[in-house]
Structure formats: structure tokens, C-alpha cells
């Protein structure tokens, strides 16, 4: 049974430029998380995604914009990207209904370099 | 605003004695508390949880204990094994849910 599946593993980009980071959810659940860990640091929530429209937000500018698709599937995309962006996206899925969060399931992120 | 803190970075144990390892929180709205464990190039897998209704909770080696009043919590790991090191994250949810608050993490090692 595969697990959260997220792509690229490693992407280096420029300041300025847009990045598109993709999650496969584990098997069976409808529900996806964005998180990013910046390096020395503890995830941070950035939005939820459920049948297909946002359902939470963190406290990230617009830049930081997502997309579910009907199989469940979803993409983070940032715009403009700032070398503040470099980090570990970390995308979760959850389970048909929940609500709480803690039945997460992680992947193992994306790591985006902004030079 | 940290509203998760694990103010130790790093932890150095030897095999089979116990580590706790230490968070704390300010948001009184937090009612379920998660610790989860990442190994390097995994994301993060969930270990064990705590209602904020409770204050311990066990499973084989591993013990959550929560102190309310001093919004602290703890997991203990007894005996430790070297399979144990791995970063160690503390999380909390509010009431209304669908999102974690992480802390920083604390680097656990292990030593035979």
C-alpha cells in the first residue's frame, strides 16, 4: 500500500521564478495538508485542501497558492519565489471525514533550494 | 508567535536508559497533543497522542505525559535503543482541528 508520494524530491530554482511541487495522497484518503520546514525548524501548516477547495489556511502570503484535483491528488504552486521559500515541503494526507489532524500521514517532501 | 517550544535541540542517551524528551505550550485552545518521529530523507511518522482529558498515555516503550496547568508535556522512552535516534516533534491541535502546530524538534541520539 503506497504511502504519500510527493515530486521532485530535490528542485533547485531563482529568485523571481514559479515552482510546482505535486502530492499522490495514500490510498483511501480524500484530504491533503500542506506543510513547509524550514531548515532548524518544526513544520509549518500552510492550507488544506478537501473535495477540491481550500478548507484552512496558514499564515502564508498568496503566493502560496494549491490546487485538489478530483482523484485527490494536489499541487502546491509558488510564484515570485523569495530565498526565504527555501525549504522542506512537506504535503499530508488524511483520512475520508476527519476533521482533526491527527491522522496524518506524511510524505517525505519536496526540497526546494531558491539561490 | 511559537505557540509549540522544544527548548532542547539535542538529547544524547545511552542504550537503555530512558530519555524524555520536553515541549511546552502557550495557546490554551490546544486540546490533543501529537509527538511524531522523523528520520532523515522520511517525512514525519506519528508515535503516540494525548487528549488533553487525559494526563498519560502509554504504549510499549513509549509514555506521553501532559501537565495542563503547567502546559507541558513529555515523552518518555524506556528502555532507549539505538533505533530510537531521529529528530522528535511535538504538535498540538486546537479544538476546532484540521491543523498542527509543530515545535522545532529535538535531535535524539542514541549511543550503544
Known amino acids: 500500500d503506497a504511502g504519500v508520494t510527493q515530486s521532485p524530491t530535490h528542485l533547485i530554482k531563482t529568485r523571481g521564478q514559479q515552482v510546482t511541487l505535486r502530492c499522490s495522497p495514500k490510498s483511501g484518503h480524500d484530504t491533503v495538508s500542506w506543510y513547509q520546514q524550514a531548515l532548524g525548524q518544526g513544520p509549518q501548516f500552510i492550507f488544506q485542501y478537501y473535495e477540491e477547495e481550500e478548507r484552512q489556511r496558514g499564515n502564508f502570503p498568496d503566493r502560496f497558492s494549491g490546487h485538489q484535483f478530483p482523484n485527490y491528488s494536489s499541487e502546491l504552486n509558488v510564484n515570485a519565489l523569495l530565498l526565504g521559500d527555501s525549504a522542506l515541503y512537506l504535503c499530508a494526507s488524511s483520512s475520508p471525514g476527519t476533521v482533526r489532524a491527527n491522522v496524518l500521514t506524511f510524505g517525505a517532501g519536496s526540497r526546494l533550494t531558491v539561490l | 508567535d511559537q505557540q509549540v517550544k522544544q527548548n532542547s535541540p539535542s538529547l544524547s542517551v545511552q542504550e537503555g536508559r530512558i530519555s524524555i524528551l520536553n515541549c511546552d505550550y502557550t495557546?490554551?485552545?490546544?486540546?490533543?497533543f501529537l509527538w511524531y518521529k522523523k528520520y532523515p530523507a522520511e517525512g514525519p511518522t506519528f508515535l503516540i497522542s494525548i487528549s488533553s482529558i487525559k494526563d498519560k498515555n502509554e504504549d510499549g516503550r513509549f509514555t506521553v505525559f501532559l501537565n495542563k496547568s503547567a502546559k507541558h508535556l513529555s515523552l518518555h522512552i524506556v528502555p532507549s535503543q539505538p533505533g530510537d535516534s531521529a529528530v522528535y516533534f511535538c504538535a498540538a491541535e486546537e479544538t476546532s482541528g484540521s491543523r498542527l502546530t509543530f515545535g522545532e524538534g529535538t535531535q535524539l541520539t542514541v549511543n550503544p
Open positions: 495557546n490554551s485552545m490546544f486540546d490533543y
